[in-house]
């Protein structure tokens, strides 16, 4: 089955303590993304990577980091989380012929 | 973002048709996505523009203007479990932007 993994799904952290939300697809698809998703601001970019080794950054990437050594995984690193970083988190993996944007289950981080 | 505009809220009773509007800034335009949204879960997949007309899918078609930044997409025989949060959003080669989403309620 085609999918979009996400880990953790829920996590409630403290300031400033590093966290790694991970993201794996087996649909072989080059294209993976983050988004964070707030009410009344819909779901905005933060990082993208078209390909192994090959990460951009989007909207709002400003205290995230992202790293691709693997087509499979996209992990969203935060080094030091603060309280604005709460939020509900979307990965996405792209399948660029027909555009079709998958996406995994999401993960609720709230930062006190 | 890039100036997406879509509608906050609609409502519609079971069986009418609703249309949901999206307009957008033209400039490095790829493509344009529709997506549905249910409360707590995960964007779904309903279609992906990148020619201008109007293309069917079932009971939802969505429609693209390249020239005037404009798309709609259209719910026909509208049922109850089409109470969603829909999501206009256009590509830039690989940057995605997506609109704040367009509540529709569907009534019985």
């Known amino acids: 089955e085609a999918q979009v993994t996400q880990n953790p799904r829920y996590l409630i952290t403290v300031t400033g303590k590093k966290l790694t939300v991970t993201c794996s697809q087996n649909?072989?698809?080059?294209?993976m993304s983050w988004y964070r998703q707030d009410p009344g601001l819909g779901l905005r970019q933060i990082y993208y990577?078209?390909?192994?080794?090959?990460?951009d950054k989007g909207d709002v990437p400003e205290g995230y980091k992202v790293s691709r050594k693997e087509k499979r995984n996209f992990p969203l690193i935060l080094e030091s989380p603060s309280p604005n970083q709460t939020s509900l988190y979307f990965c996405?993996?792209?399948?660029?012929?027909?555009?079709?944007?998958?996406f995994g289950e999401g993960s609720r981080l709230t930062v006190l | 973002g890039q100036n997406i505009d879509q509608p906050t809220e609609m409502t519609a009773t079971e069986g009418a048709i609703v249309q949901i509007n999206c307009t957008y800034q033209?400039?490095?335009?790829?493509?344009l996505f529709w997506y549905q949204q249910h409360a707590g879960e995960a964007p779904t997949f309903l279609s992906y523009?990148?020619?201008?007309g109007l293309e069917e899918k079932g009971r939802f078609s969505s429609f693209l203007s390249r020239s005037k930044g404009y798309s709609y997409l259209l719910l026909k025989e509208l049922q109850m479990k089409d109470s969603a949060s829909y999501l206009c959003?256009?590509?830039?080669?690989?940057?995605?932007?997506f609109g704040a989403g367009t509540t529709v309620t569907v009534r019985a």
């Open positions: 523009n990148v020619l201008d």
């Open positions: 990577s078209m390909n192994v080794e090959v990460t």
């Open positions: 996405a993996s792209q399948n660029r012929g027909s555009g079709e944007l998958f």
């Open positions: 649909m072989n698809h080059e294209y």
């Open positions: 033209t400039s490095g335009f790829n493509g």
């Open positions: 959003a256009r590509s830039n080669d690989y940057k995605l932007s």
